[in-house]
């Protein structure tokens, strides 16, 4: 018998193309996660409906309802126990959590961000990249600390920076990989292969899924 899939919870603040790639690679059978609960701190975030559409338990809370950080927390953690959540994959949640929050799903909560990890924390990673003159850039999936953009990190993908790149053109390039990545680095915790040990995150035998590199267009 398969063992039981992880109840996966995606949150979300806007488009949500990420919770699709997640959503997409879930429609396996053979896929160790299912996505469970759409949850989106805008009550307009398009991704809503986009989960709507598919079936999905899709939940709004306005963050702006609850008198503190702490408090609007409290309402997701709620929500995430009633429908029993295992996982979160933070999908362009852009609310800084709190260390009572992230205490809770300590080791069981991801986030994808647009650069390669610890380079570029934080907003306007493209541009950065660009003004810095980089040859290479991407994304990163890593396990959520308190402090903003850094854990453990699971997965990465390289891609070129090319000549004529605006944040834009190069944006979309690591968006295609981000797409690839969060499916690859949640099936290797929902399936129990990842051993976080300080900072290093280890997968055994299965290391060559965690680094995708990019060439350069010819
Ligand atoms: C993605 O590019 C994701 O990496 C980024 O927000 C975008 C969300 O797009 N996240 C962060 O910057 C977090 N620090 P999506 O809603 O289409 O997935």
Known sequence: ?????KRVAALISGR?????????????PDYPAEIALVLSNKLDAAGLAT?????????ALNHKDHESREAFERTMQAVLEEHAIDLICLAGFMRLLTPWFVGQWQGRMLNIHPALLPSYRGLHTHERALE???KIHG????FVVPEMDAGPIIAQAAVPVVDGDTPET??????????????????????????IDGNR???GERASERLLIVPTPV
């Open 132 to 134: 810095d003159g980089v």
């Open 170 to 195: 190069l944006g979309a390039r690591v968006l295609r990989q981000e797409h690839v990545i969060y499916p690859l680095a949640l099936k290797l915790v929902a399936s129990g292969a990842t051993r």
């Open 201 to 203: 995150v280890t997968t």
């Open 139 to 142: 994304a990163t999936v890593h």
């Open 51 to 59: 989960a709507r559409d598919a079936g999905i338990a899709a939940v």
């Open 16 to 28: 949500g193309s990420n919770m699709l790639s997640l959503m997409a690679a879930a429609k396996h």
């Open 1 to 5: 018998m398969r063992p039981a899939r």
